[in-house]
């Protein structure tokens, strides 16, 4: 009997460092393929990268940096896989362990896919630039994201049939409860069809600089349910697609030249020939000016203020830049005030001019005597 219990406890023993080692060595696999991946992402990967650099588009760059991160963790999925042969509680060709390990890989797949779609560093970038720039910018975010939608809708439904999930009852429940949804929704599909709208009409892209009665700013982005817009203080403004779809939008940045209009009120004491001077000079000035739009440039004495004899000056420039276009008009107004100054004229400005008559003034004169 001794014997017998020391021989049970001696294999339960070796039993014990049998499944110890075989757990060891699992953990081993999965740790040297963590290592292995470590490896090539510091090495293997920025010498791939390196080549792709060498290639005459950046296609393969970015299909490389979509990627990297996913095939990172392929190593890890790889790893368990190994691992499993040596580990004792869960058989490597398990029926739900290899649904699991083939679901990691739809996911992972997807995720490089879900990269490359990016709509500022994504795939879609370099095949616009291959086609000139044909697709509108305010486009790409809008491919981008409902190619997002459809992969990870497909994913989905991949990895639900592999679990044995019924999707067409999935499918089925939701054109079901569609009515509901529609009307829970009713905001959500308003943005959504104002977002459809904005990008069909195309009244603005992605950098142009738009006013409307919500916002002035530069847009930097829209998607199924709003666009961002950039004010010039730098606060960045979402405004839902619906509002923005009924709104009237000038778009500054499709000018095709900047008006500049205003009034040069002269004193009363300017006599008609320096009018006559100070308009064609200043004509003769705009139609010289390099940055001023031939075209349409008016100078004319306009008519006869409360204070003053207005001059109207109306002219575009050719930039519509503000920047620049403000730099044109300080330009210009020096160039006037040196015409002004050469001519002898002065600027006028409020003024109320008191006209005392005869009788008055003998009142006043007697009134004073009495003081």
Not at 63 to 84: H, K, T
Not at 106 to 114: D, H, M, P, Q
């Amino acid at each position: 009997m001794v014997f017998d219990s020391f021989g049970i406890a001696f294999l339960g023993i070796r039993l014990d460092y049998e499944l110890l080692k075989d757990i060891g060595i699992s953990i081993g696999i999965l740790l040297l393929f963590i290592l292995f991946r470590n490896l090539f992402t510091k090495y293997v990967f920025q010498l791939i990268l390196k080549l792709a650099g060498k290639t005459p588009t950046d296609l393969f760059t970015k299909i490389c940096l979509g990627f990297e991160r996913p095939l990172g963790w392929a190593f890890i999925i790889l790893g368990l896989y190994v691992a499993m042969d040596y580990f004792p509680f869960i058989e490597q060709h398990n029926a739900l362990f290899l649904k699991f390990l083939r679901s990691m890989v739809i996911v992972l797949i997807t995720w490089g896919l879900f990269n490359l779609s990016s709509p500022t560093t994504g795939i879609l970038i370099s095949v616009n630039e291959k086609i000139n720039n044909k697709i509108d910018l305010i486009l790409l975010p809008f491919i981008s994201r409902t190619i997002r939608v459809i992969m990870i809708a497909i994913s989905i439904s991949i990895i639900g049939q592999e679990f044995d999930y019924d999707v067409n009852g999935l499918v089925a429940g939701l054109g079901l409860g569609g009515l509901a949804f529609a009307l829970a929704a009713k905001e959500a599909v308003g943005n959504l069809i104002g977002g459809i709208v904005i990008v069909t009409e195309k009244p603005f892209s992605i950098g142009d600089w738009i006013l409307t009665p919500s916002v002035e700013g530069t847009v930097e982005d829209i998607n199924f349910r709003s666009t961002k817009i950039r004010t010039f203080s730098q606060a960045l403004v979402t405004v839902p697609n619906s509002t923005l779809a009924n709104e009237p939008i000038t778009n500054w940045s499709r000018m095709g030249k900047r008006r500049i209009t205003f009034h040069l009120g002269l004193n009363y004491q300017t006599s008609k020939e320096q009018i006559e001077r100070v308009v064609k000079r200043i004509e003769q000035m705009l139609r010289i000016h390099e940055e001023i739009h031939p075209d349409t440039i008016m100078v004319a004495f306009d008519h006869y203020n409360d204070s003053s004899l207005d001059i109207l000056l109306y002219f575009f420039t050719n930039t519509t830049v503000w920047a620049e276009h403000v730099k044109i008009k300080h330009d210009i107004n020096l160039a006037i005030m040196g015409i002004l100054e050469e001519e002898g004229v002065e600027v006028a400005f409020p003024s109320r001019t008191i006209y005392v008559s005869p009788q008055s003034s003998e009142l006043f004169q007697t009134m004073g005597s009495f003081d």
